[in-house]
């Protein structure tokens, strides 16, 4: 009897390690409205939550979301932290190098020089970016002088402080940023860049990207991405 008991445990506890390793983890920022952000009640919110639930429900996977740095996210993807990455991440050859992406959800944006003066020099002057991001390399090759921040919040008062004469990132994110800063901020210049957003995973996890690249695609087909798009990035949608 006792043997039957422990033989009973020994299963419930292998369907218990088997249901939380089936657990697909998905990391975003937090930090990057409205791709990601942490809303008004301390939970992960966004366009890439809403589309990743979105997704998880039609491929039948068991999904949480979990909030990671920008600049640690493909060391703790690799290292099995978590499954895949949902962060505003731009489609590149360099980074098709190391990581294995979807198709886009997000199609190719703008990306916006946002400065104090209008008359500021791009191609000589100190530009802030976030760290690793299609906008820091960018800045990097056009004989800019880069200065790179962890946060997109960073990049942006670098410019109010005098740190950096101009910030370049996604036109979604800088876009209210300008319209809320009373003058403060103008627009100087705009460059398109990348393939797009996409969901990032391992090079090996291959049946887990097809899944929610089948998912992307479906949702392209019946319209229900670009509502999704247009409920968070409003006027600024850019449409499928």
């Known amino acids: 009897m006792k043997k039957i008991m422990l033989a009973t445990a020994l299963v419930a506890l292998s369907a218990a390690a088997a249901s939380a390793q089936d657990t697909v983890r998905i990391a975003t920022e937090g930090l990057y409205p409205p791709y990601n952000l942490v809303n008004d009640a301390g939970k992960l919110d966004g366009y890439e939550v809403d589309l990743g639930t979105e997704i ?12 990671n740095d920008w600049d ?15 962060a505003g991440m731009s489609i590149t050859e360099e ?38 991001t299609i906008q820091a390399s960018h800045v990097a090759e056009s004989g800019a002088q880069l200065l790179e921040f962890k946060t997109p919040d960073e990049t942006v008062a670098a410019v109010r402080n005098g740190e950096a004469d ?3 990132a996604d036109s979604e994110f800088l876009d209210p940023v300008v319209a809320q800063s009373n003058g403060e901020l103008v627009v ?5 860049l990348g393939g797009g957003v996409g969901a990032a995973f391992r090079q090996s996890d291959t049946e887990l990207a097809a899944k929610f690249d089948k998912a992307i695609a479906e949702m392209k087909a019946d319209g229900s991405i670009n509502e999704l798009i247009k409920k968070w990035f409003k006027e600024q949608a850019v449409l499928f």
Do not use: H, W
């Open 166 to 168: 101009a910030v370049l």
């Open 95 to 132: 980074r098709k190098a190391d990581r294995l992406f979807t198709q886009n959800y997000y199609p190719p944006a703008i990306s916006l020089y946002v400065a104090a003066s209008a008359d500021v020099d791009l191609t000589t002057s100190v530009v802030a970016a976030q760290t690793a």
């Open 56 to 67: 998880c429900k039609r491929a039948a996977l068991t999904c949480e979301f979990v909030q």
């Open 188 to 192: 100087v210049d705009q460059v398109q």
């Open 72 to 86: 640690s996210m493909m060391p703790n993807l690799n290292s099995g932290n978590f499954d895949v990455i949902m």
